[in-house]
């Protein structure tokens, strides 16, 4: 990858000033699809295909392009693989300071998006209630016609400073107001929260690598909060248990991916998060440089360990623990709170106390700095002001409102969005495709997809320039445009970024800047937090008594977020982390009340809360609370309906994918509530359901798979952890010499924190189909890698503890469900030197390279499934029905990568340790005759992992990362005893506790 | 140790009969008796027709035994050496592939096929054998037994040399039942 | 010895009247109502099977841990009954059982259409049944490649094949001489009967072809007996080695519950077990179809009683030593496969199968159950289930929670699976009912050759 860069980056250094587009676009390469559009732009601007090939684009080999991803979450540097033109394939730009390569499940979706064939292919205008075509040239002017009177414009918050100042001289132009909301509500916490308590509303840099304590109340940071990808880095970059280990803490209801990586997990009762960090606080108090004050102690002092025992179920010694913990790393700890399920109906108030925590423990300036902040200025609005603009729509005294690229009837539902928005003259949409909020507008503006036009997005200090990789498919324009178009002016947005923001923030200019794809501004760096402001927690009101009856969350869920990009089967059959549950959001319930209620899970229930009563399916969810129940909104979508049939067949409603969980959210006076909602009853419903579940199995029968030890018994004996030592059979024969490479696969079970990113990238880089819900029941996912999730149930200790003569100890005694520790496997085809598949094949359509891969022949695959069988990993899949012919509907085939078979009904199919990947580099190496080096070559999943979990290599050379790391005392083979010697290496995860 | 010439004798053929005297008697016992007869008379071509095999027929006429058994051993030997030496070369010579880790030449996994094969052409060469030594086969399928039931009761013996009705009355005395002659092998081209 | 207890006292004409006469006659009410129901069952069969065809093997239940479920279960039992036939005619015949003779050649007809019905299922489960030919290792362009002569699947086609082929001309070669019969007593007989002339000519066209102008001469005969000898004697191992192999599918492999030494001999007795099940079935229903009380005596039918119990009790003495050796073998995976059998979702798979296999042979014991038609008919039927779930809770227990819990699911059967399923009942017993039809379901030539040599015994005093 690093060698074609370098080649783009050249011809960009080399490029004479003034830059224009044409000759621009001769080594951007951006090409295919239509041609011919727009009025808008200057003829001279239409991206042509080329005549003569282009230096950068060679048939059959990838160029890659470094661009950034700004979207209402933030922003994610990207690097593009484009084959022929088009995009196939997303990646991450290991040269950023921040973000070092990590990209989450998330952003490898987007390449789906891309290619949605549901999109919006052109403006749209509505005539009665049904929507047709039209042109740019007539809607744009039919647009500024309707811009009078109150204008408002609503949209999620932008990272993209040139788009904010685009939309600002709009909205100057017209004179209208610009609301923006947070569908998650997790940046409105923080920045609310911090306005009160330094006077300055920033999204601070937190620094995880820096903290040997982290602790985090009901926030996610590994899974949905912020930025899950910078977060998961910092953090995995302290999980060796040589040297420093850093220690997690997490305090929260409902089992989150942060929850399962926890080292100590402290399950509290659902929407009592704030008693928690009270109580915290209280003991963290005395002896602080905020003891003198007054105020503080007045608020903290009723919260007595007594009390957060009763409120939240957490016992007074865990929590005299974590204080003293806490204490005893200042400055050396980090402490984060918030996301959508600590939303409690008074916003940011968890912030406060999580900011007097942090000023008490010196961590301000330290773990958490204001240089180089995620987000830096507050353009989110607070509570009020939505509730005062949507009284104003009510009032009808709006005429035109323009939603941008978000779905407030959706995301603002408990307000009431929906009704309000008929009462609003003109409606006016620009988004991508089709939602709740397009259907209620008169005009829509199709705006294009990061990868197909301009863009800019500013974070962490840096600068970021999204460049367009291909041109529009669809007739579509970048918001940017659009803003510029709709105040006539005839700049286009790519001249406005490239004039006006680039050349203010990059100073190596505008060819550097697009060949890295980011600039630096301001470094981040120790300095100083404002001033605390310790009285503002005496607005804070935390329940202190305990909640009666049911609670229930509704959390932000890993695959779909916000449920924005729903409409993407990638998505949706990317099993969530924790439950594994695919094509549907489910109740989460506790064991204990399950069997109280006598329900299991996929059995449905009716749950009733306030004037809500809805029937869905149930999880049953170790980790929670008895009084505790959880839902994940972002489902229930009207853009999550446009899957082939046979992909959501069965689903619980035809028209819908799972349940809206906002039907639940209550509106408080001081903010939204998603957390803690009052659930009057929750009845079993005598219905049957098929939920795709791809793991249904939860215990490892103490067969030592994932293996785990204490860090205390690690430090003592690094083989702890391996309880059994593991028997390596001779076998019957010398077996097969491997001269010259031989792959090896390494998975450190420490780092990995299961957030199935290397999923989402390999389903991209392999050509694995999507096969949906009820193919996920019988048990038919395709996915290539997956990642297996255990549970065990023993008292902070963990399910292979042995006794002095080396027997485990039986604690089926002390089971208990709130401590469920939590082992995330992920699981590959193990390429083993002995198969037992490849003996069984009758037509040897698998067998094995020199290098030591288990290949398989497709087209000399019959299907007996007899490989499958005799799999002891079962890591191989089969075609069941046609995946590909006449399924994939056009665009999406342009997301298939060339270089891999697109696999026919009827054959096996399985891990190839990406040997495309492994061919290129080898002739890469040929034609400059050297030997492949470990660094220039990456599989899918490697590449995919935000953690640096993954590592694979050349286990014949010595000096290679794999080979140092499979001499490693943690490192073992699952099932050795069979004696099929796996390629795949694992190690053990040690829990620092 | 056997003679060639015993194996020799041993791979008797059917001969049909052509021309001669058929002497159909009332039972097995008495077929066997006539044919005992009929050999210690210095008969040189004869047979017996029956619709079910009698014990001691070979005793009876001076068959010692039938080589049969030659064929379907040579033809066994043949088979397990092809099995053996065709998967050999697959394996080790035309197309060599790492299977499981296991060597090209895993032999004890090819005595499952060594052994059918063994068995299919041993038994295949014995059918094929006995066919030819009885001139069987589907070409022959217009012969008629020489007398209508000797396929449902009637026990018979054949007398092929040259030999007038009284003298084969002599020989085989009141064991007879009745004596006809046959030119040849009866046919029937009813239908065709 | 002087005529035995099998001696019928018949004359010739009157043995192969009695068994020829049955289908001289135009076929009954009865006949045409079951064969009608069987052919439209077997119709069915193949209308679902050209389905999965078309639309993929997702039709089926089957998923990942559970690649192969019913088709497979069906093979090994139709397989396994199709062993009684070959067993009967070769094994009994060089233990000079008497007995043999009247049932041989029903029996081994069994043995013919079930392999042919256990055939069909490893062709029609593969995910591409139009690259079948693959499986067979012949010089070709593709490489040339070669089949993989180290799997048990590729054994098995060798297997199953000779099995098929030996058993075909075997009992052919046993038919010959009674198509000799049939020729000359429809040349020269009036056969009585509503076939019209044309039919007649028709069937004795096919039927003077098949005699391939056999006279019954006696050097003919001798090289015949040496014949049958060799086929009997070649065959023997050849029964014993078809399931051995059948069996190696799952001893060879990695998979607990799979992965065990007893299997060769568990699967042989087993299909013993089912075969002489199912030969009592069709016996029991053949006689009184067609009135062969006296030559299918209870003798036999005891006999056959005798043959399951001793069976039953090996099967038995197999499943109970499985046990001992998983728990013997402190191999958790394995301990948990066969607990799982007894406890798991699968339990009452395996308790139907414990119920029918291990506890109803032993009600053989009592001389008056085993010559009561009624129970030994009863039996045979609960016999041939219990072998249809031992092969179920075989296959199915042990895939579906294997080495990986993460993969641990449910096989849930289809109606595609039962369709196949049942349909295969109705291809067996077509070919059944058409071979009563028109060939003769007893061995007349053998028959008539047991009541002749009594006499030559008895006068000549050797034998």
């Keep these: 990858m690093r060698t074609e860069k370098r080649n783009i980056k050249n011809k960009n250094l080399n490029i004479e000033k003034p830059v224009n587009r044409k000759k621009f676009l001769a080594f951007m390469g951006g090409t295919l699809g239509v041609a011919g559009l727009n009025c808008a732009r200057k003829p001279v601007e239409k991206i042509i295909p080329y005549l003569s090939r282009p230096p950068a684009v060679q048939p059959g080999i990838a160029t890659y392009y470094a661009t950034a991803r700004a979207y209402s979450e933030g922003v994610a540097p990207v690097l593009v693989k484009t084959r022929e033109g088009k995009p196939i394939k997303i990646e991450g730009l290991a040269e950023h300071p921040v973000f070092k390569g990590a990209v989450i499940a998330d952003t490898y979706a987007t390449i789906w998006d891309l290619y949605d064939k549901d999109r919006f292919k052109s403006a749209m205008k509505k005539s009665g209630s049904t929507f047709s075509k039209t042109d740019w040239a007539e809607v744009i002017p039919e647009v500024k016609k309707a811009l009078t009177g109150n204008v408002r414009v609503i949209s999620k918050p932008s990272y993209s400073p040139s788009e904010s100042s685009v939309l600002k001289k709009f909205l100057n132009t017209v004179n209208a107001r610009h609301i923006v909301y947070d569908p998650s509500g997790t940046q409105q916490g923080i920045l609310t929260g911090n306005e009160k308590s330094f006077k300055k509303a920033i999204i601070p840099q937190y620094a995880f690598d820096k903290a040997d304590l982290i602790l985090s109340i009901e926030a996610d940071f590994l899974g949905s909060w912020l930025r899950p990808d910078i977060f998961t880095k910092q953090f995995a970059s302290r999980r060796s248990p040589n040297g420093k280990m850093n220690r997690l803490v997490v305090a929260e209801a409902v089992m989150s991916l942060t929850g399962a990586n926890a080292d100590t997990r402290l399950a509290i009762a659902a929407g009592t998060h704030l008693t928690f960090a009270m109580g915290l606080a209280s003991l963290l108090l005395p002896g602080s440089m905020l003891a003198g004050s007054t105020e503080v102690k007045n608020a903290l002092s009723k919260y007595s360990p007594k009390l957060v025992e009763s409120v939240t179920g957490v016992a007074e010694s865990d929590l005299k623990n974590i204080a003293s913990e806490l204490m005893a790393n200042v400055g050396k700890s980090l402490v984060v709170g918030g996301g959508t399920s600590a939303r409690d109906g008074q916003e940011g108030s968890l912030q406060i106390v999580i900011n007097l925590i942090n000023e008490m423990l010196r961590n301000h300036g330290k773990t958490i700095t204001p240089v180089a902040p995620i987000k830096g200025s507050n353009d989110i609005s607070t509570s009020q002001e939505l509730f005062a603009f949507v009284a104003e729509m009510k009032a009808g005294s709006i005429n035109t409102l323009i939603i941008d690229r978000s779905n ?286 791809v793991q249904k199995h939860g215990s490892q029968e103490k067969r030592y798979i994932a293996r785990i030890a204490k860090l205390s018994d690690y430090k003592k004996d690094p083989k702890s952890g391996h309880f059994e030592h593991d028997l390596e059979g001779k076998g019957l024969y010398p077996g097969h010499p491997h001269p010259g490479n031989r792959w090896n696969l390494n998975i450190d079970l420490n780092k990995c924190t299961g957030c199935s990113a290397c999923v989402v990238s390999c389903f991209s880089e392999n050509n694995i189909p999507a096969v949906g819900r009820l193919e996920n029941w019988r048990g038919r996912e395709m996915s290539w890698i997956r990642i297996d999730r255990y549970y065990d149930y023993y008292l902070d200790k963990h399910d292979h503890e042995i006794d002095k003569s080396g027997k485990p100890i039986d604690r089926s005694k002390d089971v208990n469900m709130l401590q469920a520790n939590v082992h995330f496997q992920p699981v590959t085809c193990q390429h083993c030197e002995q198969a037992p598949c490849e003996n069984v094949c009758p037509v040897a359509a698998t067998q ?133 010697r796996p390629m795949v290496t694992f190690m053990s995860k040690v829990k620092n506790h | 140790m056997v003679s060639f010439k015993e194996i020799k004798e041993g791979l008797f053929t059917f001969d049909e009969p052509d021309k001669g005297w058929v002497v159909e008697v009332k039972t097995a016992v008495d077929m066997l008796k006539a044919v005992e007869k009929v050999r210690k008379a210095g008969v040189k071509r004869f047979d017996t027709f029956s619709p079910f095999p009698v014990h001691g027929l070979e005793k009876a006429m001076g068959i010692k035994r039938s080589w049969l058994t030659l064929i379907t051993m040579i033809a066994a030997f043949t088979g397990t050496t092809f099995a053996l030496s065709a998967m050999s070369y697959i394996d080790l010579v035309d197309y060599p592939l790492n299977i499981g880790g296991k060597p090209s030449f895993a032999w004890p996994a090819y005595i499952p096929i060594m052994f059918e094969l063994t068995i299919l052409f041993a038994s295949f060469a014995t059918v094929i054998a006995v066919w030819k030594m009885g001139k069987l086969g589907i070409r022959y399928n217009h012969r008629r037994p020489v007398s209508p039931t000797v396929t449902c009761d009637m026990c018979s013996v054949w007398i092929g040399d040259d030999m007038t009705k009284e003298e084969v009355k002599k020989i085989v005395g009141d064991l007879a039942k009745e004596i006809h002659k046959v030119d040849a092998t009866p046919t029937d081209n009813s239908l065709d | 010895m002087s005529t035995s207890i099998y001696s019928l006292g018949k004359s010739n004409v009157q043995i192969e009247t009695d068994i020829l006469s049955p289908m001289e006659r135009f076929p009954g009410k009865l006949w045409w109502f079951t064969f009608t129901i069987m052919l439209s069952l077997a119709l069915m069969m193949i209308t679902l099977v050209g389905w999965t065809f078309v639309e993929g093997l997702g039709l089926l239940g089957l998923n990942n841990p559970v690649n192969w479920g019913l088709y497979i279960v069906n093979f090994v039992f139709w397989v396994g009954i199709g062993h009684a036939g070959t067993l009967i005619s070769a094994i009994l015949y060089l233990f000079r059982q008497r007995w043999r003779t009247t049932i041989n050649r029903a029996a081994e007809a069994m043995t013919i259409f079930a392999v042919m019905t256990a055939g069909l299922f490893p062709l029609i489960h593969v995910g591409r049944p139009w690259m079948v030919f693959f499986i067979f290792p012949y010089p070709n362009e593709r490489g040339p490649l070669w089949v993989n002569f180290k799997s048990p699947l590729l054994w098995d086609v060798f297997a199953i094949s000779t099995y098929f082929s030996v058993s075909l001309i075997f009992w052919y070669m046993g038919l010959v001489p009674d198509l000799a019969n049939m020729r000359d007593r429809m040349k020269f007989e009036h056969v009585p009967g509503k076939i019209s002339s044309w039919g007649r000519k028709l069937k004795y066209g096919f039927v003077r072809i098949l005699a391939i102008g056999w006279v019954g001469s006696g050097k003919t005969w001798i090289h015949y007996e040496k014949m049958v000898m060799v086929l009997a004697s070649l065959a023997t191992p050849l029964v014993l080695s078809v399931h051995t192999v059948v069996s190696f599918d799952f001893a060879t492999s990695v998979i607990p519950g799979w992965h065990a030494t007893i299997f060769p001999p568990y699967f042989v007795a087993g299909a013993i077990y089912s075969g002489f099940a199912m030969v009592l079935t069709i016996m029991i229903i053949t006689r009184k179809a067609f009135k062969l009380q006296e030559y299918i005596s209870m003798k036999h039918l005891e006999n056959m009683g005798i043959i399951i119990l001793v069976t039953g009790m090996m099967v038995s003495f197999a499943y109970t030593t499985e046990f001992i050796v998983a728990a013997y073998s402190a191999n958790k995976v394995e301990q948990y496969v066969f607990m799982n059998r007894l406890q798991g979702p699968y339990a009452w798979a395996f308790w139907t199968m414990f119920a029918a296999n291990v506890v109803s042979p032993h009600f053989m014991w009592s001389k008056k159950l085993r010559t009561n038609v009624v129970v030994l008919f009863l039996i045979s039927i609960v016999v041939n289930i219990g072998m249809w779930f031992e092969r179920f809770v075989i296959v199915i227990t042990s895939l579906h929670r294997d080495y990986m819990p993460s993969s641990w699911d449910m096989f849930i059967p289809t109606w595609v699976d039962w369709g196949v399923f049942v349909g295969s009942f109705g291809f067996f017993f077509t070919w059944y009912l058409l071979f009563v039809r028109t060939l003769p379901s007893i061995a007349i030539a053998e028959v008539k050759m047991d009541e002749a040599n009594d006499l030559v015994a008895k006068e000549l005093g050797h034998h």
């Excluded at chain 1, 200019?509 to 300095?527: I, S, Y």
């Excluded at chain 1, 990456?938 to 640096?948: F, I, L, N, V």
């Excluded at chain 1, 993954?950 to 005893?977: C, M, P, Q, W």
Aim: net charge neutral; proline share 5%; with cysteine.
């Design chain 1, 848 to 980: 094995h390279s020199p290098d030591g891969l288990n290949e398989m022949a497709y087209n000399r695959c019959i299907g007996t499934r007899y490989c499958a069988d005799n799999c002891p990993y079962k890591v191989r899949k089969f075609n069941w029905f046609e995946n590909w012919e006449n399924k994939i509907k056009d665009p999406e085939q342009y997301a298939l990568n060339p270089d891999v078979t697109v696999r026919s009904r009827g054959v096996i199919e399985k891990c190839s340790f990406c040997i495309q990947r492994i061919a290129e580099k080898r002739q890469e190496a040929r034609l400059q005759n050297r030997p492949i080096s470990e660094d220039d070559l990456k599989t899918a999943c490697e590449q995919g992992c935000p953690a640096d979990a993954i590592t694979f290599g050349d286990i014949n050379s010595k000096d290679t990362k794999v080979a140092k790391l499979d001499k490693d005392k943690r490192s073992y083979k699952i099932f050795a005893e069979i004696n099929t």
């Design chain 1, 408 to 693: 407030p009837v959706y995301d603002l539902m408990p307000l009431g969005f929906g009704d309000a928005l008929t009462k609003v003259k003109n409606v006016i949409f620009i988004g991508e495709r089709p939602n709740e909020s397009s259907e209620a507008a008169g005009h829509v503006l199709a705006s294009s997809h990061y990868l197909e036009d301009w863009s800019d997005g500013y974070s962490c200090g840096i600068y970021h320039v999204s460049q367009p990789v291909i041109q529009n498919i669809f007739d579509t324009k970048s918001a940017g445009d659009i803003w510029l178009a709709l105040q006539n002016q005839p700049e286009d947005f790519h001249g406005f970024i490239q004039n006006n923001t680039a050349s203010r923030y990059a100073s190596g200019g505008w060819g550097k800047l697009l060949a890295d794809g980011f600039a630096v501004v301001e470094k981040n760096g120790p300095a100083n937090m404002p001033r605390l402001i310790p009285n503002a927690i005496s607005s804070v009101k935390a329940p202190d008594s305990p909640l009666d009856g049911q609670r229930l969350n509704i959390f932000l869920s890993v695959g779909i977020g916000d449920g924005s990009a729903g409409n993407n089967a990638y998505r949706h059959e990317m099993p969530d982390p924790i439950t594994k549950v695919t094509w549907d959001n489910v109740l989460l319930v506790s064991p204990e009340l399950a069997k109280e209620k006598s329900i299991e899970t996929e059995s449905i229930v009716q749950v009733k809360a306030g004037d809500a009563a809805v029937e869905l399916p149930v999880v049953v969810q170790p980790g929670l609370q008895k009084n505790t129940v959880g839902i994940a909104f972002g489902y229930g979508q009207k853009n999550m309906t446009n899957f082939r049939k046979d992909l959501v067949k069965g689903a619980l409603k035809d028209n819908e994918l799972g349940i809206n969980a906002l039907q639940f959210a209550k509106i408080t006076a001081d903010g939204f509530s998603y957390s803690g909602i009052k659930v009057s009853s929750i009845t079993k419903v005598n219905k049957s359901y098929k939920l795709g579940l």
